[in-house]
């Protein structure tokens, strides 16, 4: 699907490409069901999708009172023969898209020379506060060499989980 159902998108370098797995000097990732990855540039990539808890079935007196706990899930990997980076940004938004919650990583580096393994990033939020109508998932990335073409991070996998 591309970037079909990804919002604001950040093309820095020679912006997002999607690739098959485990693409060059990658390695296969855990799940046979996975067979496609999303690979940044040697400027910043970004992508942000915006979730409608009350559209998925969320409804507010739910996400008000129980407040069910929200997970999120990345998955990122570099290529063996190039570095770079990674950050993962999720925020939970009221109707008015005011920030209740923020999760934000750290900014990741991954060094030239590294050995490709996928490594799943996750947070759980919990105890949040009334008002979350929406999630915002944010991932990105760049390579630390600046090569033209698609040597930076790869994303793949990423998931919101509202908890039963």
Not at 126 to 154: A, C, I, M, N
Request: proline share 4%; hydrophobic share 30%.
């Amino acid at each position: 699907e591309d970037l079909e159902h990804w919002g604001e998108v950040e093309n820095g370098g020679d912006g997002w490409k999607v690739e098959e797995l485990p693409g060059d000097f990658g390695k296969e990732f855990p799940s046979e069901e996975v067979h496609k990855y999303f690979v940044t540039s040697y400027e910043w990539c970004r992508k942000a999708q915006v979730i409608d808890l009350r559209a998925e079935g969320y409804w507010e007196e739910l996400m008000d009172t129980t407040q069910p706990k929200i997970m999120v899930r990345d998955w990122y990997a570099g290529r063996s023969d190039a570095g770079c980076l990674y950050e993962l940004c999720v925020k939970l938004l009221s109707e008015n898209e005011d920030v209740l919650a923020e999760y934000k990583s750290e900014t990741v580096t991954i060094p030239q020379d590294n050995d490709a393994s996928w490594t799943e990033i996750s947070h759980t939020f919990s105890s949040y506060g009334p008002g979350v109508r929406f999630v915002r998932f944010e991932h990105g990335g760049q390579d630390t060499l600046f090569w033209k073409g698609w040597y930076g991070v790869r994303v793949t996998n990423s998931s919101v989980t509202v908890e039963p």
